[in-house]
Every structure is written in C-alpha cells, then in structure tokens.
RNA sequence: GACAAGAUGGCUGAACGGCUAAGGCAACAGACUGCAAACCUGUUUUGUGUAAGUUCGAAUCUCACUCUUGUCUCCA
C-alpha cells in the first residue's frame, strides 16, 4: 500500500497517513454559506480536496466524504448580535429564506459539476440537524463549559482553557488573545469576549428560528460542523478540511465544542488549503475582488483580458500546491491554457500510438514518480511535471525517435488515464469543430475554398481569406490532414 | 500590536540539508510550410529578498534586517 504523508495543521509537520480503520476514510471538508455566489476562492478550495478524495479513492480506500452546506447560523456583524446571513439576504430579495438557500445551493452544485468535481457521499445542510445541535448544546452545558443568557448559550472558553489548549490549532495564546479583543456592542452578555455563542436567541423580526430548551433560536454558526461530522463519521475522524481562514476562530472553536460535549479531540490530521490571491490580495466576499465562475467563462470582468474554461483553470489550480498561496493574473491564466493543451494533445495522440517489437521508454520509473509525487502531501505540481515527461514521450514516439511496445503502451495509457482523469480530475475540452451550427459550415466551405487555392497555387488567394480572416479574430491552423480554426 | 505563512529566473511555480534548482509559459534557433501561424525538437553564461552563522555541503537549519500576505469581525 502506498505511504501517504500530509502536511498536518495541528502539528505543522508532514506526518505519515494512518487511517482509523484501515482500509476506510473519513473525511469533512467545510463547505459553502449559500446566502450568494460563490467566488474563484472556494472553488479552489473544494478542488484541492476533490483531488484529494480523489486519490484516495484511486488507490482503494472507501471514503466517506462529507461536506456541509451552511444554510443557517451565520452571523453577520461583530460579536454574535447581527444580524443572520442567509435571512438578512431572503429580506433584500423579498423571499423565504429556504428559497435563497435553494437558490444558491444549485448554483454551487452547477459550479462544481463544470469544475468536474465529484459530489460528496453526504452533504447534509445545518437546517437538518437542529436537534442534534440542540442536544450537544446541551451536553456542553451539562458538562460545565457553557451558561445560559437571556436565552442566548455561550461557550466558556476561559473554563475550557482551564483543561484544554485553546488556541492549539492556530498557535495562539488565550492572554494574547484577551489583551488584542476589541472592545465591540453585543457582547454584554459575555462572561469573556472569547466566549462564542452556540446558540442564539431570536426576536420576533429574525425570520429563522426554532424552538429550544432556551426559547425561540437559532444555532451558532461553529456549531453545526461539530455536530454533522460528529454525526456521520463518528468523534474522532480521518482528515478535516477548509480554508486556511476558517483556522481561527471558526476550526478552533469546533474542537473546543467537541471536546466540550464529551467527545475528545475530534481530527486526526487537520488540512487547510490557502488562498486565493489577485494582485497580491486575498479574493474574497467582502473585498470585491472576486470573480464568479460565469465572469471567469466569459471574461466580464474588468481584470480579465478574455474568457477560459473551467478545465483551464482547473489546471491552472493544480499546476501549485494547495498548501501555497496562489496568485491570479491573465499571464499564469494564458500559460496554463497553453499548458494544458499541449497535455490534451498529446494524449489525443497517446490514443493514436502503434506499439513496436522493442522498447526505448521506462514507463514503470514513470508511474513510480507519479504516486510518489501524490504520495507526498497531494503534489500536484510535481505529478503534472512528471506527466509533461510522459508528453514529451509520446511525441518522441510519435515523431519515430522512441519505441514503446505493447505492453508499456497499454501502462502508459492507464498512466495518463488514471493520474489526469480519475485523480486530477481533468477532462479533454472538445472543439468547435464538431458542432454542427451554421458558422462551422461557413467554415467548411470557406476552408474548403482556400484549399483549393493552395492546390493551384493561388497563394494570393489563399492568403487573402486567411488575413481577411485574421482580421475578424479568427485563426486559421493548417496540419498536414486539414485546416482548423479558432475565434481568438 | 499579537500570532501565522511567505519572499526562488522575463512571468508562473516545485524543492523541505547532498548529483547540472522540476515543470509550464515566454524568448531564441531548428524542423515543417508556397510563406507564416499552429504542432514538434533543441537552446536560454550572471535566478533562491538583504546580511551573518551552523555544516564537509544550505533555497532548505539558526539569528538579525527589509518587505509581502493572512488571521485576530463574516469569508474557502
């Protein structure tokens, strides 16, 4: 069996992969808050772990993948008195909140299955699981680390600290933390400006609540993710995911919670995927600077010189590590569609590849090196290099220069099959060439005509409709077979 | 301010003490072409933020400095 390591948060280290049950996996991943569109950012960070699912699923392990859908408990403003997120956005749009949720969860759906991500085994959405989470309130309470305001439930952390590390995770120091709290509104029912609420009271004007021990409320937002993985992968699990700004407080407060209702510490190995950049700053929601899937397609957006496909930045993504900051400009987009057309090509031609009696090519080195890569906290970077080698064997093959028989081809294949398909996920983009719409006919018969010209030597002619042409944004590509063309 | 991560060639981005610092893009040359483009092949002498130290050996470890980013309030 392969040795996987990971980059471990909890310890920084990069630690051997031991599953709990071997054989079997569980995974949590944190997933979207569906109160709008989500941004280039998460999807990166649902991509970097759909690889790693992924993987594990490709080397036989049974994985149990579960990601969230936060549909509830996420409080707008400072200090646990806002305003909710999903309900705040169902009162701009004059809509019922579980319509906004709806709304937005199929959009995030669309965005994954055009990243080619594959689904989750469960997603279970915070609405779904009220009891649960009322009852680990409960058990909080019952074991001393949480008290009860005016309705409202806080999480003790002082109390907690007494006994356990808070601020394990994220390296932090309890009297660091208390000497930086800002003084804020809302937090007079507080024994501690660190205390997190885990459940929240509601007035009459909050259009999500539920019936508690406590009163009409709602459920803080750290919540829901102790009790869903609790829920279905038990309470102590494999590897926990999110991004690295979901550390503190939101990760941190999740092992306090399961730690405080009697569970132990809950993750085994913490992943945490980093950011997303554009010019150097963070994408995210509240700076502006993020582009939806749909302006990335198009290119309608103002820092977007034109238009690439998802499998381009797909590509793009997994061309750096999901531990490394990632910085976006329309020169890396352009190398890597550049980049992943020259894979996409050579693969075409793997297909087309006849084996010969002997063999110039190691093919078994190759593979090694790719699981090694793999193996070693997710390289992606590395396993794409590797795959750049395959490329430059096959062309070699190709061109006559190389040999390969039949028994390497068909691991070569499986090779290209496995590591491009299955575990990164990619998948060949067809061209507009086999549609049947009445541009391509034109096409046909314009191309057609310049082949002519070409035959008798019209080169006037020919170079004529390919500048006129030129000069509407299309590319004419001669081979040897046929003309191709493209709108730039 | 506290804590965390980081600074690698023209751009992007690997490496986690040990052969010529990966790969992609770009540039240049060749091959192909009627000529180009595309595809293919090859090449790219000064590149690891600054300054010290540990070591037989440092991009990698230690110290200082400069700068960047993130978290500390909702965010993947």
Not at 114 to 141: D, R
Request: charge should be negative; aromatic fraction near 10%.
């Amino acid at each position: 069996m392969n040795n996987i390591k990971i980059n471990n948060s909890l310890t920084g280290k990069k630690e051997l992969f031991k599953p709990i049950t071997p054989g079997h996996i569980g995974m949590y991943v944190c997933g979207p808050t569906v109160y709008n569109d989500v941004h280039l950012g998460n999807v990166r960070t649902f991509i970097s772990f759909d690889v790693v699912y992924r993987y594990l699923i490709y080397l036989g392990y049974k994985v149990r993948y579960v990601r969230n859908i936060t549909d509830v408990g996420h409080l707008l403003n400072d200090a646990d008195s806002g305003e909710d997120k999903i309900a705040k956005q169902a009162k701009l749009l004059n809509k019922e909140p579980m319509e906004v949720v709806q709304y937005y969860t199929n959009g995030f759906h669309e965005v994954m299955r055009n990243y080619n991500n594959l689904s989750p085994s469960i997603e279970p959405s915070a609405t779904g699981h009220i009891m649960e989470q009322i009852e680990m309130v409960q058990e909080i309470i019952s074991n001393g680390l949480a008290y009860e305001v005016n309705g409202s439930v806080y999480f003790d952390v002082n109390k907690y600290n007494e006994h356990n590390p808070y601020g394990e995770l994220s390296g932090r120091k309890i009297e660091d933390l208390l000497s930086n709290t800002r003084a804020l509104d809302g937090q007079e029912e507080k024994r501690n400006p660190l205390d997190f609420a885990i459940w929240k009271a509601a007035d009459e004007s909050h259009i999500m609540q539920w019936n508690s021990p406590w009163g009409k409320g709602f459920p803080g937002w750290h919540l829901e993710c102790s009790v869903m993985s609790t829920k279905y992968l038990g309470k102590t699990f494999d590897i926990h995911g999110g991004g690295m700004d979901l550390k503190f407080p939101h990760h941190e407060c999740e092992i306090a919670q399961n730690v405080g209702a009697g569970g132990g510490h809950p993750v085994n190995y913490w992943m945490h995927g980093n950011m997303l950049t554009v010019n150097g700053q963070k994408m995210s929601k509240s700076a502006g600077n993020g582009f939806t899937p749909v302006q990335l397609k198009t290119g309608d957006h103002p820092l977007l010189e034109k238009g690439y496909s998802e499998m381009t930045i797909r590509f793009f993504m997994l061309q750096s590590h999901y531990g490394s900051t990632l910085d976006f400009s329309n020169d890396a987009l352009n190398a890597s569609e550049k980049g992943f057309e020259k894979l996409s090509k050579a693969y075409e031609t793997l297909q087309s590849l006849t084996p010969s009696k002997e063999n110039t090519v190691d093919i078994a080195s190759l593979q090694q090196k790719c699981y090694d890569a793999m193996n070693d906290d997710f390289n992606t970077p590395i396993l794409i290099a590797h795959l750049f080698d395959g490329v430059k064997m096959i062309n070699s093959i190709n061109n006559g220069k190389a040999n390969i028989d039949e028994e390497n081809l068909n691991k070569l294949k499986s090779i290209f099959n496995g590591f491009l398909f299955d575990v990164l996920g990619l998948k060949i983009e067809q061209n507009n060439t086999t549609s049947n719409d009445i541009s391509n006919e034109l096409m046909d018969v314009i191309l057609e005509i310049r082949k002519e010209a070409k035959k008798t030597k019209n080169y006037a002619l020919a170079d004529h409709i390919r500048d006129n042409l030129s000069a509407l944004n299309i590319t004419i590509k001669d081979s040897k077979e046929k003309s191709t063309w493209e709108i730039n």
